[in-house]
């Protein structure tokens, strides 16, 4: 959509929005008047326009365009949703999503197992279904192989890149029909009935600690950052692991979700840098066109402040386990203990996704949120889309998980009995 275009395109909306009775409610109905479609796009469109750092404006109108071309002519809730889901996903990051809460209660119930590629393979990495193990390796979804499938629904995925994507992929599951077939490689063939499967509840992760090697080696996970209590935890942890030569701290599968610094205090120990942040804070084209000098993009350089750690509760050597679902608040944490060389990274490298959002809830039950500040590394290089790489490249198979074969927990212990 051109710029001189827009003017006309709001004077619609206006118009459709004072022509039309107000129906902003939550509702549960399959379809969506033509008014709140309007109203969620409309906003949809100034929330993305107003904070979402280096955006492309000219790309970002004609994806608009082609976004209010989907929605106008349909009032299927559902189908809007999707639209809105792709529209968002063309914005390439991970933390600027639309979901709707209707979807839950209708057609997104959880397919009840998690699968991303490794080494290739779309292999099951977590499952709650008797039927689907982990190690499985998925062929075919309803007879199509799973890369066609995935081809055709990525566009549905917010993510940071490609990989990303594969991670979020099956934990999206309004992409997937109520009813399929799963093929695997070992020639099984598995009904998934998303809505009446019996799924084993899964119990929230809890921080965990124990003696690898006794009074030599630790090892303390940290599946979260919610809240203070894993932290605390890991504290406690510390503080019966201070004779270890070497602790293992282990961030896999880490989704982030809160604030790493209390624990990060406790185990830097030396000088560090933070990141760089990039953020946005305008009005859209309309604005700027009455406001020639409003900033249309601005930039905070911190790629020299160099932060002093306090007292910290361990000294000695530190070796971090990472893979591609530690995101977010976790890869906050990570990334000074490489920058500094505080602690030796082992796995994968991490999401490459790690951003302060603007978060919006709509009165019917749909949810935007909108990455508002982007990072980059210290040095000022990528980090969006990239991720923190592991100083040891650690690869997983379908084999190893199978076997229930923790090669990356191995790998680190090798490291720490080295001289």
């Not at 906050?332 to 603007?358: C, H, I, N, Q, W």
Request: hydrophobic share 40%; net charge negative.
């Amino acid at each position: 959509m051109s710029r001189t275009v827009l003017p006309a395109a709001i004077l619609l909306v206006s118009a459709v929005l004072w022509l039309s009775p107000s129906s902003r409610a939550q509702s549960s109905s399959a379809t969506i008047s033509l008014e709140d479609r309007v109203r969620t796009a409309t906003e949809i469109y100034h929330v993305i326009s107003t904070f979402f750092p280096g955006l492309s404006q000219e790309k970002f109108d004609a994806d608009y365009a082609d976004y209010l071309r989907a929605i106008l002519h349909t009032n299927d809730r559902r189908e809007f949703d999707l639209a809105s889901m792709e529209f968002v996903a063309r914005l390439h990051d991970g933390h600027s999503w639309f979901y709707d809460n209707w979807l839950d209660q209708t057609t997104a119930q959880p397919i009840g197992f998690i699968a991303y590629p490794l080494a290739g393979k779309w292999t099951v990495i977590r499952t709650s279904l008797d039927s689907v193990k982990v190690g499985d390796v998925i062929t075919a979804i309803n007879g199509a192989s799973i890369e066609d499938f995935y081809a055709r629904n990525l566009k549905f995925i917010s993510a940071s890149s490609d990989r990303d994507a594969g991670v979020s992929f099956f934990d999206t599951p309004v992409i997937f029909p109520e009813k399929f077939t799963l093929s695997l490689a070992d020639g099984r063939k598995v009904p998934i009935d998303r809505k009446n499967d019996k799924k084993s509840e899964e119990l929230p992760a809890k921080t965990e600690g124990r003696w690898l090697v006794e009074k030599s080696v630790a090892y303390i996970r940290v599946p979260s950052f919610h809240g203070i209590e894993s932290q605390a935890q890991a504290l406690r942890y510390l503080q019966d692991f201070h004779e270890a030569k070497t602790v293992i701290i282990d961030v896999r599968g880490n989704p982030g979700l809160g604030q790493p610094n209390v624990l990060q205090a406790a185990l830097m120990g030396k000088p560090y840098k933070v990141w760089t942040e990039s953020s946005a804070f305008h009005g859209g084209p309309l604005l700027r066109n009455y406001a020639a000098g409003y900033p249309e993009h601005s930039t905070l350089t911190t790629s020299g402040t160099i932060l002093q750690p306090r007292d910290t509760s361990y000294t000695g050597r530190l070796i971090l386990l990472t893979d591609r679902v530690c995101s977010c608040a976790c890869e906050d944490f990570v990334m000074p203990f490489k920058y500094s060389k505080r602690a030796t990274l082992v796995g994968e490298s991490t999401a490459g996704t790690f951003s302060l959002t603007r978060h919006i809830n709509f009165e019917n039950g749909m949810m935007l949120n909108i990455a508002a500040v982007h990072h980059s590394f210290p040095d000022g290089s990528q980090f969006e889309g990239v991720g923190i790489a592991p100083d040891i490249a650690v690869d997983v198979t379908p084999n190893d998980l199978r076997a229930h074969r923790d090669v990356v927990l191995q790998r680190a212990i090798e490291l720490a009995q080295q001289p």
